[in-house]
């Protein structure tokens, strides 16, 4: 046998002793509490989970699991996408016990998965073929599902007539059939690979292989397709489906409210476990992951124009703004608060520290306060915000804020030009072109700049992201500029064409 058949022989063992032990049956239930369990077990996915997968129910079965169990449950075509952040049991949920419930039900289950290759697809499908061989509680409710003949790496049939059989995408689909048997439920299971996402070609091959070849292997009552992946690109076989298919379903679960970092499965998760995760791995890559937001790749305003560079200290600079971008709400789904505190120094436009947080009015105030105050008497940063129709609870934010801080920020309000907002962005363009806007470098790892600098990135036509941090950033540099002085050289001519820096880092 090869050493890789010898260790996928041994995994599947060792997962079949992990089934047995951690799985158990009442020896003293009578015969009509053994029904009432099943009828219960039937009716609500909490109790079939509780029941026959008690390890898996280490923490309470969430809510967002229960309601697409049901959803699933009472539509037999349903088209669906798991957009759930990492971490919130997709692959089980999918793989193992959904389908385990519908065919508790009575459906007859033909049950296909499809992995990102065909190796995978079998590995996925050992999770679901595992619980049927080995778990007690199913076998003492269901009876032997073993199935001898038909028990194999890729395929199987219990006893029970449950089929599953697994495919790697891609993979020809003609013949996908058992006798006169179609499937009648097909899980795409984390497909989309890292190098898939920068494969365009290949997700839109992969797209057409889902509608036209995968699809309509289904030919009957029950027809369900479901994609589970959290969505950590912007581009993805899913968001190409979901732009085809608007009428498909997307139950889409974040793992964590970005704002107060509470956690969704809040019986799994400590109430600081993802600020925690953020701390270790960046704002950018946690929310990406877990939060299903996607990091965008600049086309107008890309990472190899951001100049990182050790700041000049600030006492140096001409003058010195911060530029605060207003939002009221401070939830998950509001606007950020953005206030970017940019120098000018010989013509350059300096990024000294920045702000960008979906958060109260008064948590953004608070911030401007310490760093006032925190700054030597030598430097004086002149703040600015941007007018609302609201001005009065601002300005009332502002006034409770320097109370708490015993701070004074004389902070000016200041109408913007009503001019459209992506017109008013791309008048950084130019700046970054030349080489004329620096960043500290102590900003590298700051998440409040990777959020902002990422909003930058996805300035694009159409755009429907963010743009807190962009406009504060303009706003600010459009102040700074009036101080600029822009004159001849020794010749009397006027100083033109492409600006060269006198930085050299």
Same mark, same amino acid.
């Given at each position: 046998?090869?050493?890789?058949?010898?260790?996928?022989?041994?995994?599947?063992?060792?997962?079949?002793?992990?089934?047995?032990?951690?799985?158990?049956?009442?020896?003293?239930?009578?015969?009509?509490?053994?029904?009432?369990?099943?009828?219960?077990?039937?009716?609500?996915?909490?109790?079939?989970?509780?029941?026959?997968?008690?390890?898996?129910?280490?923490?309470?079965?969430?809510?967002?699991?229960?309601?697409?169990?049901?959803?699933?449950?009472?539509?037999?075509?349903?088209?669906?996408?798991?957009?759930?952040?990492?971490?919130?049991?997709?692959?089980?949920?999918?793989? *193992?016990?959904?389908?385990?419930?519908?065919?508790?039900?009575?459906?007859?289950?033909?049950? +296909?998965?499809?992995?990102?290759?065909?190796?995978?697809?079998?590995?996925?499908?050992?999770?679901?073929?595992?619980?049927?061989?080995?778990?007690?509680?199913?076998?003492?409710?269901?009876?032997?599902?073993?199935?001898?003949?038909?028990?194999?790496?890729?395929?199987?049939?219990?006893?029970?007539?449950?089929?599953?059989?697994?495919?790697?995408?891609?993979?020809?689909?003609?013949?996908?059939?058992?006798?006169?048997?179609?499937?009648?439920?097909?899980?795409?299971?984390?497909?989309?690979?890292?190098?898939?996402?920068?494969?365009?070609?290949?997700?839109?091959?992969?797209?057409?292989?889902?509608?036209?070849?995968?699809?309509?292997?289904?030919?009957?009552?029950?027809?369900?397709?479901?994609?589970?992946?959290?969505?950590?690109?912007?581009?993805?076989?899913?968001?190409?489906?979901?732009?085809?298919?608007?009428?498909?379903?997307?139950?889409?679960?974040?793992?964590?409210?970005?704002?107060?970092?509470?956690?969704?499965?809040?019986?799994?998760?400590?109430?600081?476990?993802?600020?925690?995760?953020?701390?270790?791995?960046?704002?950018?890559?946690?929310?990406?992951?877990?939060?299903?937001?996607?990091?965008?790749?600049?086309?107008?305003?890309?990472?190899?124009?951001?100049?990182?560079?050790?700041?000049?200290?600030?006492?140096?600079?001409?003058?010195?703004?911060?530029?605060?971008? +207003?939002?009221?709400?401070?939830?998950?789904?509001?606007?950020?608060?953005?206030?970017?505190?940019?120098?000018?120094?010989?013509?350059?436009?300096?990024?000294?520290?920045?702000?960008?947080?979906?958060?109260?009015?008064?948590?953004?105030?608070?911030?401007?306060?310490?760093?006032?105050?925190?700054?030597?008497?030598? *430097?004086? *940063?002149?703040?600015?915000?941007?007018?609302?129709?609201?001005?009065?609870?601002?300005?009332?934010?502002?006034?409770?804020?320097?109370?708490?801080?015993?701070?004074?920020?004389?902070?000016?309000?200041?109408?913007?030009?009503?001019?459209?907002?992506?017109?008013?962005?791309?008048?950084?363009?130019?700046?970054?072109?030349?080489?004329?806007?620096?960043?500290?470098?102590?900003?590298?790892?700051?998440?409040?700049?990777?959020?902002?600098?990422?909003?930058?990135?996805?300035?694009?036509?159409?755009?429907?992201?963010?743009?807190?941090?962009?406009?504060?950033?303009?706003?600010?540099?459009?102040?700074?500029?009036?101080? +600029?002085?822009?004159?001849?050289?020794?010749?009397?001519?006027?100083?033109?064409?492409?600006?060269?820096?006198?930085?050299?880092?």
């Amino acid at each position: 046998m090869k050493t890789e058949d010898k260790k996928h022989v041994e995994r599947y063992l060792k997962h079949l002793d992990l089934i047995e032990s951690s799985s158990s049956i009442n020896p003293f239930e009578t015969p009509l509490e053994k029904k009432q369990a099943i009828d219960a077990a039937k009716k609500s996915f909490k109790k079939c989970v509780e029941r026959y997968f008690p390890h898996y129910a280490t923490s309470e079965v969430p809510d967002f699991h229960i309601e697409f169990a049901d959803k699933a449950k009472k539509n037999e075509a349903l088209k669906a996408f798991l957009e759930w952040g990492r971490a919130q049991a997709k692959s089980v949920f999918a793989d *193992v016990l959904l389908p385990f419930w519908l065919w508790i039900n009575g459906e007859p289950v033909y049950f +296909v998965i499809v992995g990102n290759n065909a190796e995978r697809g079998k590995q996925l499908l050992e999770d679901s073929r595992a619980e049927f061989e080995a778990n007690p509680q199913i076998i003492g409710d269901f009876g032997i599902q073993h199935n001898p003949g038909n028990w194999e790496d890729g395929f199987f049939i219990t006893k029970g007539g449950f089929i599953g059989q697994s495919l790697g995408m891609g993979q020809s689909v003609r013949g996908l059939r058992v006798k006169s048997k179609r499937p009648t439920l097909i899980v795409m299971d984390d497909c989309e690979t890292k190098d898939l996402v920068q494969n365009p070609s290949r997700q839109e091959k992969m797209a057409k292989w889902v509608e036209r070849d995968l699809i309509p292997t289904m030919d009957g009552k029950y027809r369900r397709f479901i994609q589970a992946n959290n969505r950590f690109a912007p581009k993805m076989i899913q968001t190409i489906l979901q732009e085809r298919h608007p009428d498909w379903f997307v139950h889409r679960v974040n793992a964590y409210d970005p704002v107060t970092y509470e956690p969704r499965w809040k019986s799994k998760y400590k109430a600081d476990y993802f600020r925690a995760i953020e701390k270790e791995i960046g704002a950018l890559a946690a929310r990406s992951e877990f939060n299903n937001s996607p990091h965008v790749e600049g086309t107008i305003f890309t990472e190899k124009e951001i100049q990182w560079a050790p700041i000049p200290k600030l006492n140096q600079f001409k003058i010195i703004f911060g530029y605060w971008d +207003v939002a009221y709400a401070g939830t998950s789904t509001s606007d950020y608060n953005a206030i970017v505190v940019q120098g000018l120094k010989d013509k350059e436009f300096w990024v000294i520290d920045g702000f960008c947080k979906q958060s109260k009015m008064s948590v953004a105030i608070g911030w401007m306060c310490q760093y006032q105050l925190s700054l030597p008497e030598t *430097v004086v *940063v002149h703040w600015v915000f941007e007018s609302q129709f609201w001005n009065d609870a601002v300005e009332s934010a502002i006034k409770d804020a320097e109370r708490l801080f015993n701070c004074r920020l004389n902070i000016i309000k200041r109408d913007r030009p009503r001019i459209n907002k992506m017109d008013r962005i791309l008048q950084l363009q130019p700046y970054y072109q030349n080489g004329r806007i620096w960043y500290s470098e102590k900003l590298k790892h700051s998440n409040d700049m990777q959020v902002g600098l990422a909003q930058l990135y996805g300035i694009e036509p159409g755009y429907k992201s963010h743009d807190d941090y962009p406009d504060a950033h303009q706003g600010g540099i459009s102040e700074l500029e009036k101080y +600029v002085s822009y004159g001849s050289d020794a010749s009397g001519n006027f100083q033109s064409g492409k600006y060269k820096s006198k930085y050299n880092w």
